[in-house]
Nanobody
Framework: QVELVESGGGLVQAGGSLRLSCAFSGIIFRDDVINIMGWYRQAPGKQREFVATVSSGGSTKHADSVKGRFTISRDSAKNTVYLQMNSLNAEDTGVYYC????????????WGQGTQVTVSS
């Protein structure tokens, strides 16, 4: 059974930093399947949006709104994906979700339960 557990959210003042962690289990890494691990966020009253992804090959992508401030990384040995968030501002407030996409003959997606990030101005 696949499980994704986020942690590290909280309340921080504008300009501060947080590091989110997503510990996952039950994911089988195979050569014929591409795994994309990422972070998405949802602000109150808005749709969920892409923040950053890292592939099983190590390639990363970041949304324009977070480039230069957020950094996604992964620790394969710990089955954990991180999101280092610096220079936070009020627009970064929301629930942050971890997601894993498995792209193979069949595409499957898994979501975590989310962790709240609140930035006070």
């Amino acid at each position: 059974q696949v499980e994704l557990v986020e942690s590290g959210g909280g309340l921080v003042q504008a300009g501060g930093s947080l590091r989110l962690s997503c510990a996952f289990s039950g994911i089988i890494f195979r050569d014929d399947v591409i795994n994309i691990m990422g972070w998405y966020r949802q602000a109150p009253g808005k749709q969920r949006e892409f923040v950053a992804t890292v592939s099983s090959g190590g390639s990363t992508k970041h949304a324009d709104s977070v480039k230069g401030r957020f950094t996604i990384s992964r620790d394969s040995a710990k089955n954990t994906v991180y999101l280092q968030m610096n220079s936070l501002n009020a627009e970064d407030t929301g629930v942050y979700y971890c997601k894993i996409d498995q792209l193979g003959a069949i595409q499957t997606s898994y979501w975590g339960q989310g962790t709240q990030v609140t930035v006070s101005s």
